[in-house]
Structures are given as structure tokens and as C-alpha cells.
């Protein structure tokens, strides 16, 4: 037929086939290239598209606004004036939209950032919930869950943890969300210790905490480290409790079996044997003699008994003696017992009296400590030092031969490691370095 455009030829069949070819491929050109650069600005953090979107937000936002209220202005004077093309109309709304733009914008900026980046801007009212939120928490072992919710939910992070140190590995006590890309890690430190870490994912991978994020995180980090030592703190207690519950029913164990088992059937054959004593003095006084021999020792075995209980209970001599001399007692023993070793014993003289407990740790690490001075130490001279301030300080001080530098710690040492801390105190065992051991134990006092 006749062509639409003059001079146009009819191109042949291969022509057709490949502009066809040609168009297909422009097509998919046009399809990939967005599709490549969506991927290169998401997945890459390109052109720094958070600020993109949030201007685009905002100022989107505000020019819907802006028209809006300008509209509206318009509509409302000319219908109330009943007047048209009148130019105070037109200025009332123009001043209208100049007075409210600012503070329009401003809001429209806090809410966008809100809504992508959360609470940032905001810090005040982020702590000031936390600490609400962990006021609320009832129970010890909601608080560090709390804490990373609400330091996810403040900050929109998909992901927040916090690890506990535990014997020195970081261990996860909490989390809420998953992790995202690589998470950044905020040190929990308290009294120059680091207790835990505060782990975080950044709200895209990849994308990192801003300046105005890090200062914020600074501060909800120091609220955390203060809940995770009340936590530890609190966790403490709660093992403490249990260890001196299950030791009191240790010992109430010990003492029935020794009880039960000694001294009860000590008793109960005492008892046969008086029952037979009676008959037989008037048959046989001769073996009736001989019995009460018997009796007697078993008498004397039987009380040996009781104050062997009543010594484990309390050292007797404490409550006969007093702390100051039944030190020198101890150490006049330990003195008679290895001739060639010397012990002296410095005390004040007006030294208060001492609550029981305190009384019996600082007798019973003393006596620990001079058994291994007399065992291991091959020590001439060793010096008990005693003084008390506000908290009770005991030294014991040897020149033998020190430590071992492969020696582990007894049982002996643990004990005596243990008593103090009961108390809230400390035991440090250390070698001299011109020869010999010291033990430095530190008592605090009870406040009344």
C-alpha cells in the first residue's frame, strides 16, 4: 500500500528482526539499570539515601501543608468577606503560611526523624523512661531484658544485647531482636572493671551509628552499667544466701550424725553398763570394780566428745580467755610444739570487743595460718599483727620460704578465703620478696 511518510521505504524482513531485537534490549536496559541502582543505594548505603528520604519526608510533607492550609485560608476569607481578587486575601494567607512555616517544619522534622531514626534527638525522655521502665521492674532478673527493649525500641534497632562477664567470657543475658549486618559492641565498665557489653545492630547493614546516636548510646550505656552491677550485686547475694543455707544444713547434719551415731551410743551403752554395775555390786564387788574402771572411761571419752562438738561450734576459749589472750595462747601452743620456731603476737591493749563472728574468723585464719607456717614454711620467727580502725586488719608474717610457685591452693587457704568473704572481707596470701609469706586479711565491722 501507499507508506504514511513520504519517501519511506518498506525495510526488509531482517530489518524488522532486528529493530525488534533492538527495542527488547533498550527495554531491559531501561529495566536493569533502575534495578541496579536500587540495589547499589540500598544494599550499599549509596548517596547517602537516609538524607534523601528524610528530606524528600520532610519537605514533601510540608508543601502538602503548605498548599493546604494556604487553600484553605483562601477559601475561608473569600467566603466570610464575600469578596474576589481582593489583595488582602491573597496577603493574609501568604502571612499565614510565613508564620507557620517554621515551626510546621520543625515538627514535620522532629516526626520524620522519629519515625526513621526513633527517639535520637530526644535523649532526655529515652532515659527518663528507662529509668521508669526499670523502677517498674519488679523482679532482678527482668531488668536487663527491659533495658535492651527499651534501648531497641528507643532507637529503632533491629537488634540489642548485653553480655555478663562470667569467669572471663562474655556470656548473653539478654537480647530482644535479631542481629542485622556486623553489630557494634559499647564496653560496661564500673569502678574501672568491665562487667558486660552493650551489643548493638545498626538499624541497615552497614549503615553505622551517627554522631547524635553514639552520644545518646553513651548515656543509656551508663544506665546500664549501673543495672548490670545491681544485678550482679543481686545475683551475688541470691548465691550467697543459697551456699549459707546449704551449709547450715551441712552442719546440722554433721552434728546429728555426731550426735546420733558418737555420743548417742556412747550414752546408750553407758546406760547398759550402769544398769549392770547396779546389779553386780552386791553379787561380785570385785568385777563391779573393774566395770566402773570401764565406766569411767567411757565417761571420759563421752565428754571428750562434747567439747570436741562445742570447739567446732565456737573455740571455747574465746568466751574463757577473750580474742587478745587466746591468741597468745594459740601462739604459745604453736611456740611449744616446733621448738625452733618463734611466735609473737602484736595486739593493742585497749583492743573493743569484737562482734562473735569477727572473733571467730580472726581465730580461725590465725590458727590456719600458723599450722602452715609450722607445716610448710620452715620459718624461725612469725609475727601476729592485729589492729582495728574502722574495719579489723590481721597479718601474719613469717621469714620462711615462701610459696611455691606451682603450689595450688588447699583447703587450708580456701577456708581461710572463705571466712573473710563471708564477712564481706577480703584474704590475700602473698609471698615476701626477701624471703617468707604474709597473709593480709581485711574485716569490715558490722554498723550498728
Not at 504514511?4 to 528482526?17: E, H
Not at 525488534?20 to 533502575?34: K, M, R, S, T
Not at 566428745?305 to 574465746?318: G, K, M, S, T
Request: hydrophobic share 45%; net charge negative; proline share 6%.
Amino acid at each position: 500500500g501507499t507508506p504514511l511518510i513520504p519517501g519511506w521505504r518498506q525495510p526488509p524482513f531482517t530489518a524488522y528482526v532486528v529493530i525488534d531485537n533492538i527495542f527488547y534490549v533498550a527495554g531491559f536496559a531501561l529495566l536493569v539499570v533502575p534495578l541496579f541502582t536500587y540495589i547499589a543505594i540500598v544494599r550499599h548505603r549509596l548517596y547517602d539515601i537516609d538524607v534523601v528520604i528524610n528530606r524528600t519526608l520532610v519537605y514533601g510533607a510540608l508543601t502538602s501543608c503548605v498548599v493546604g492550609i494556604y487553600v484553605l485560608a483562601v477559601v475561608a476569607l473569600g467566603a466570610l468577606f464575600q469578596t474576589q481578587g481582593n489583595i488582602a486575601v491573597s496577603l493574609l494567607p501568604t502571612g499565614l503560611v510565613a508564620v507557620l512555616f517554621q515551626p510546621l517544619r520543625s515538627r514535620l522534622q522532629r516526626g520524620v526523624n522519629r519515625l526513621m531514626y526513633g527517639e535520637r534527638d530526644d535523649p532526655y525522655a529515652v532515659v527518663s523512661r528507662l529509668g521508669r521502665r526499670l523502677e517498674a521492674a519488679l523482679a532482678p532478673d527482668t531488668v536487663l531484658p527491659t533495658l535492651v527493649e527499651t534501648i531497641a525500641q528507643a532507637l529503632k534497632l533491629p537488634y540489642a544485647a548485653i553480655l555478663l562477664k562470667e569467669d572471663e567470657e562474655f556470656r548473653t543475658a539478654a537480647a530482644y531482636g535479631s542481629p542485622r549486618g556486623e553489630p557494634e559492641t559499647l564496653p560496661l565498665v564500673y569502678q574501672r572493671e568491665e562487667i558486660g557489653r552493650l551489643v548493638l545492630s545498626p538499624r541497615a547493614p552497614g549503615e553505622g551509628f551517627s554522631v547524635a546516636d553514639r552520644c545518646l548510646l553513651e548515656d543509656l550505656a551508663r544506665q546500664a552499667e549501673v543495672a548490670v552491677h545491681a544485678v550482679r550485686l543481686t545475683s551475688d547475694l541470691q548465691h550467697s544466701r543459697e551456699r549459707l543455707v546449704a551449709t547450715r544444713e551441712e552442719e546440722r547434719r554433721r552434728l546429728r550424725r555426731d550426735l546420733h551415731d558418737s555420743l548417742g551410743a556412747q550414752l546408750a551403752g553407758l546406760n547398759v553398763q550402769a544398769g549392770a554395775l547396779r546389779r553386780l555390786i552386791p553379787r561380785d564387788p570385785d568385777a563391779a570394780d573393774e566395770l566402773v574402771v570401764e565406766l569411767r572411761e567411757e565417761l571420759r571419752s563421752a565428754i571428750s566428745d562434747i567439747r570436741r562438738l562445742a570447739y567446732d561450734l565456737r573455740p571455747p576459749a574465746l568466751d574463757d580467755l577473750g580474742l587478745v589472750e587466746a591468741l597468745r595462747r594459740l601462739a604459745e601452743r604453736y611456740g611449744s610444739e616446733d621448738k625452733q620456731l618463734s611466735v609473737l603476737v602484736e595486739v593493742p591493749e585497749d583492743l573493743p570487743d569484737l562482734p562473735a563472728a569477727v572473733e571467730v574468723a580472726v581465730y580461725r585464719i590465725t590458727q590456719e595460718a600458723l599450722t602452715n607456717v609450722a607445716r610448710h614454711a620452715r620459718a624461725r620467727t612469725c609475727v601476729v599483727r592485729l589492729a582495728m580502725d574502722e574495719a579489723v586488719a590481721l597479718e601474719i608474717a613469717d621469714d620462711g620460704i615462701g610459696i611455691p610457685a606451682q603450689r595450688s591452693a588447699g583447703v587450708g587457704l580456701s577456708s581461710m578465703h572463705e571466712r573473710a568473704s563471708e564477712l564481706g572481707g577480703s584474704c590475700i596470701v602473698q609471698s615476701v620478696p626477701k624471703g617468707g609469706t604474709k597473709v593480709l586479711v581485711h574485716l569490715p565491722l558490722p554498723k550498728e
